[in-house]
């Protein structure tokens, strides 16, 4: 089977950012583009983020969005239909203080961006540096023109303070210009189900210069507190302009004004400070908050740059890819790193991944299978084990809970089901079909340890954390399958795969695959602690109430007898019972229009028809490789692949990978960009409502695993690359177990240093 | 097979009412059961229907509501996770102005009914005349004592008018008494998504003796006008008291005292007139209203009152049964069939039969496939056609929007989707695999009206309208199906049948049998109308741009080749894909402290389960049972009886029809126990919510094609009847094609007169 590229005729991408290496750009005000753009410039230090909203007022479609890690509210659930087991609530990460705003006047008229009349725009994303730039003139009502140049950045070497520069000239005239910098604390979530307020007033305090805001979820109780601090500078030297504060429940401002003449120009910088009850306690928390703004403030504007600056650049070392020949594939790879060390810095085990990170509300900014199936092995090779271990440690903390999940379902005996989607370990979501069916996420997490002893050879992991969670994880597929009298063999009924275009699938080929595959790990990984830990091992027997002969031995019938469907004479594996007999139709054959079918077809006419949502059997291909051979995997692949319409941001990445590594290098490549630009180019037209940070990852599998060939083999990493024809050369680094492995392709060859 | 009777054993029932043949009677207050006790004694003549909530002050825990037919809001969905095609609203029967209110004041001090002392206690819901009944002492908190007696009525002689006679006698002291009758617009719906509320006030007035309200319907707009007028007793003469009346928005209320000695008694009647914009203009609907309610108001109590008896003895007389020897047996089918007498009288063929009738809100009050499936037999056979012929032309009247719904799912040339939920014809409900997968709801519909054709042999009502709907309903079949390449046969997957303890399953036997018998049927009316009313199809074929040849023979085609799953060398009908794979336990191995299972088990445990919430298969056998033999009957029960828990009142009736066909007497009685006395002895535990009034067709059914055995052949009735062993005899009428046909049935044999 060969593939033409499809990546030119079949998407629907929204193209208005220019191309750079390093930067993302805006030349041009895209009005209606605003709130992707808002996602997209976003930035984030792993502690706290914040979209790309205007500082100074802007009455148009706007996500306000501020989000602080870790802080989350219990909002109610909504459903139409009640069903036993859905939880009680999802968690979200909330909209916290709006930090950034500045109000601005010239002569007693207020700039809204929205109204008055802007030119010169632009907007600058620098992924090296780690700072938001925009620059645009505006006019106003009367006439008045004044430049604006705004930068600002959450600092990764300080991750609890942030700061902005915000510079007026005037163009046309000389004039008063007033400032009127604040924090909002008065904010909700577009998401919330109830349009409750989150929020509740602690405190607030104003001081000439500074100003500052505690405030505490309600029900959850988190507190943070906010601190913002000022100087000014007119022509380049700093002034001490006349402060009026004044502050109020939820609120707390400073405003002053200056006269400026035309063509000077006077700078406002807001040194914020950020922290919450995570870290500390509550009664020290807004002493803290001053300290840390006060930290900033007395560093300045650009010590603070030169700190971020240097360690974006500590970052890149490792973390960079480098594309010749291709720019936008080169800007889109940084865009994808540059997102996810926004996002997740491994610092605190109680943080993970969220879909959105701190660039949108949808999905709750919650912990998903995503982080186990794609974002690890990004940390992995791109930062201290210590990372990757992190989010392994994450799970282990929550087994407590994913056996109480399991437990409300009607499981027993220790079973363990972790949760479709969670903030602290219980289960957020609630949809039957994903919440109760989708419990392929315990693979994933099973899959995760074996993935992170493997590459890093950390073997103590299983017999300290790892080995606790797989046999929760193993008790649940026990209990989980059923013995078919008719088939004499075990089946799994009532599961929903990755590929979520199926609901309530009898005997899905992934999820059984993965269930046996557990069972079979987990006895490997008990007779490696039996022998090299004994004694964690006996008390781990007596912590879970482990009977090891029976456990193991049911397990052993499990894994002997279970039923995999499989399409006679072929190497087909059934994706899932009853899957042949439906109408067998391919993607190219699809109306434009009618594309993607989930904003198109009704639910029942998805579920019936052929089309997958995202890699489900090629997923378990992609994850088990070793087990089967390439024609496998390439019949497989020429089977699915026509039927997959990727309306899931998870699906290209491992297309991309698989497709490099049976030599389809045109699907590679338009995987590779589809996977890469998700965002950038907004296939889904879905950027507005924040970032697929997860996905992000997938894009940088998508180089190193696809592209590059990466393969751990006993102890060794081979590199087994390709050279996309659209690029010069390519080049990554990866760290395993303590060494930097320098890799570069280009047409003469691999190059691993 | 053989059955124990499993009446006592598995039951839940909650038993706190009297037996008596005619009555249900309430002996001393059942404080806990009272919201029960409000759905229970219900009262309505098929215009507008109360719960039984006091008239005077109770601030217990109460269900308040009074309902008008037809009038309803869009209450808007509420979802978790939106899906493409679900409808915007959900439209609800709602609770309108309360017009039973009265409150009494005993020297100035309130009769509240929850915090005085009560006693002797009794209510009775007198099913032979058409009323509900109310005495009781009240002792007041300074020591007064009273004497109460309050009987109601909703007049089916007139319908838009009901009356209320309230009493009081002070029984220790001479003191002064006022009354306080009062009407209240300010209600709202319990079960409201978002709390809104549903009315608007029009207009209120007062005059002595007299109060009038207008309110409006947000959304719908529906005009309720509700009337009362005044009449007072004092020891049986009229008295002109002196009224104080008044009136604001959503309230009007007049007020007065007398001055009553020990041991006489005062009496308050209210006279009521409850007209809506259904059936006048806005502009006149006050005038109607005061019309109706001073047309009550003239003819007195009494005169309603016998009018009231006389008109239900007409009912009666055609639709009662007598159970001689079985007193329990006797209240219950009795209270069934005043019930549905009470919910749906035919006038009007906008109006349909909740789930509820007017005793509650659940469900929303609209129209479900219960009304065909089980509610047809009931009025085809103790009304005049009419009112069956008025059920089917609702459907008709729908034709459009089904087709429409159709459409919204992706369908096309005028292929027809009935609604699972509906109020005006529009689908209302929105779980995905309810609405868009309980398909079978079609089928219902177009056996709806081969019933209606066969038992009535109106033929013509093929010609006039029931053609049309049965081809909107066979192309919506033959676009459902897809022919599986793998089969070679036509497969229908994405399906909930009856049975909805299966959710999005492949080739469920009864949708898929019902179809292809759909397509068999249209095939021979549409030759039938052909022959019969040339003229009329011609300008059906032209209308729906009906392709008969080709059409028809793509029908042929899917009922020739349809799929049918069968256990191999048995006459085991499968459920469904996948059943046999299932763990086959039986309910009897249930633990009791796990049922009802959908009470206690997750939602995927349920569906993983073999457990059966309703006949399915058997419901298909039940419709076709002329198309199987009794050896393919027999298997089947005794295959799928022994697994279904009964957990929707829609399945002991069918069950009990079916066992007595099969000779299963024991297992015939219980169900039929269970089907009949649902509500009273509240079986499920939710009483409170509501009664099940279309299911109480169902317990009709089972005595009269149950244990009456009756059947059609040709023009025929025939009846293979049995008595069970608690019975003497039993005795009921059939009208049948203008004749009535008298059944009796004891130990001698079966006369039919």
Redesign the interface.
């Given at each position: 089977m060969s593939y033409t590229s499809l990546y030119k005729r079949t998407n629907n991408m929204i193209k208005y950012l220019k191309t750079d290496p390093w930067k993302i750009i805006e030349e041009g005000f895209k009005r209606k583009h605003h709130r992707s753009s808002e996602s997209i410039f976003s930035i984030g230090n792993g502690r706290f983020g914040q979209r790309a909203n205007h500082e100074e007022k802007f009455t148009g479609p706007s996500l306000q969005g501020s989000y602080v890690a870790g802080v989350y509210y219990p909002d109610k659930?909504?459903?139409?239909?009640w069903?036993?087991?859905y939880p009680e609530y999802f968690a979200k990460v909330l909209n916290s203080t709006n930090w950034i705003g500045v109000r601005v006047f010239i002569e007693d008229e207020e700039v809204d961006f929205a109204t008055c009349i802007t030119s010169n725009f632009s907007r600058v994303l620098d992924m090296k540096e780690g700072h938001l730039f925009r620059t645009f003139n505006i006019e106003m009502p009367s006439g008045k023109i004044v430049n604006v140049e705004a930068k600002r950045f959450c600092s990764i070497a300080d991750d609890e303070t942030a700061a902005i520069s915000y510079s007026v000239t005037p163009l046309n005239f000389t004039g008063m210009i007033r400032f009127q910098p604040y924090l909002d604390g008065d904010v909700k979530n577009h998401d919330s189900n109830y349009e409750e307020k989150f929020w509740e007033h602690l405190k607030s305090e104003s001081f000439a210069g500074e100003g500052y805001l505690v405030t505490r979820t309600r029900k959850t109780e988190f507190d943070v507190a906010v601190g913002m601090a000022l100087r000014v500078t007119l022509k380049n030297k700093e002034i001490e302009p006349s402060y009026h504060h004044s502050q109020r429940d939820f609120y707390s401002e400073n405003n002053f004004e200056k006269g400026v003449n035309q063509g000077e120009t006077i700078i406002l910088y807001k040194f914020v400070g950020v922290v919450s009850s995570l870290n500390y306690s509550k009664d020290d928390l807004l002493a803290m908050c001053k300290k840390a703004t006060r930290r900033a403030h007395g560093l300045g504007f650009e010590k603070m740059l030169d700190a971020q600056i240097l360690s974006w650049a500590a970052v890149w070392q490792l973390a960079d890819i480098v594309i010749e020949g291709d720019e936008e594939a080169q800007q889109a790879i940084r865009f994808n790193i540059f997102q996810m060390n926004q996002t997740y810095t491994g610092e605190d085990a109680r943080l993970n991944i969220g879909p959105k990170g701190f660039t949108g509300e949808k999905y709750g900014g919650s912990t998903y299978w995503d982080t186990e199936a794609y974002c690890l092995p990004f940390y992995m090779s791109t930062k201290d084990q210590k990372v990757a271990r992190q989010l392994l440690i994450y799970r282990y903390n929550h087994l407590g809970r994913a056996i109480e999940n399991a437990e409300?379902?009607?499981f027993k005996n220790g079973a363990a089901l972790y949760p479709m989607v969670t903030m602290n370990g219980e289960e957020c979501h609630?949809?039957?079909?994903i919440t109760?069916?989708e419990i392929h996420r315990n693979g994933a997490i099973a899959y995760a340890i074996y993935n992170y002893v493997n590459y890093t050879n950390d073997r103590n992991y299983l017999s300290e954390y790892g080995l606790d969670v797989l046999i929760g994880i193993c008790r649940f597929w026990a209990q989980r399958v059923?013995?078919?009298?008719?088939?004499k063999q075990y089946?799994m009924?009532?599961v929903t795969g990755p590929n979520e275009y199926e609901?309530?699938a009898?005997n899905n080929w992934y999820t059984s695959y993965f269930a046996t595959w557990c069972l079979r790990y987990c006895i490997k990984v008990i007779d490696e602690v039996q022998k090299s830990a004994p004694d964690a091992f006996s008390k781990k027997v007596k912590k879970y109430q482990f009977a090891k002969d029976d456990e193991t031995k049911q397990w052993r019938h499990i894994i002997d007898n279970m039923y995999f469907g499989k399409l006679e004479g072929t190497n087909i594996l059934l994706q899932q019972?009853?899957f042949?007999?439906?109408?067998?139709r391919k993607v190219v054959d699809l109306n434009d229009a009618e594309r993607p079918i989930?904003?198109?077809?009704?639910?029942?006419?998805i579920?019936?028809s052929c089309f997958i949502k995202q890699a489900d059997v090629l997923q378990g291909l992609y994850f088990f490789e070793h087990e089967f051979s390439t024609q496998e995997l390439k019949d497989n692949f020429d089977f699915y692949e026509p039927m997959t319409v990727h309306e899931s941001s998870l699906s290209p990445c491992v297309h991309s990978i698989l497709a490099a590594k049976l030599g389809y290098e045109e699907k590679a490549y338009e995987m590779y960009m589809r996977t890469s630009r998700l965002d950038l180019d907004d296939y889904n037209h879905e950027a507005h409502e924040g970032l697929h940070i997860t996905s992000m990852a997938g894009t940088w599998m998508s180089v190193v695993q696809g592209f590059g060939g990466m393969r751990i083999e006993g102890d060794e990493l081979k590199f087994n690359a390709m050279l996309p024809k659209q690029w010069k050369s390519y080049s990554f680094n990866v760290l395993f177990r303590g060494k930097i492995i320098n890799v570069h392709v280009d047409s003469a060859g691999v190059v691993v240093n």
């Open positions: 659930t909504r459903v139409g239909w069903k036993n087991g409300k379902l009607g609630n949809e039957w079909e109760f069916e059923n013995w078919s009298e008719a088939k089946v009924h009532g609901n309530n009898n019972d009853g042949m007999d439906k109408e067998l989930n904003q198109h077809w009704s639910w029942d006419r579920l019936r």
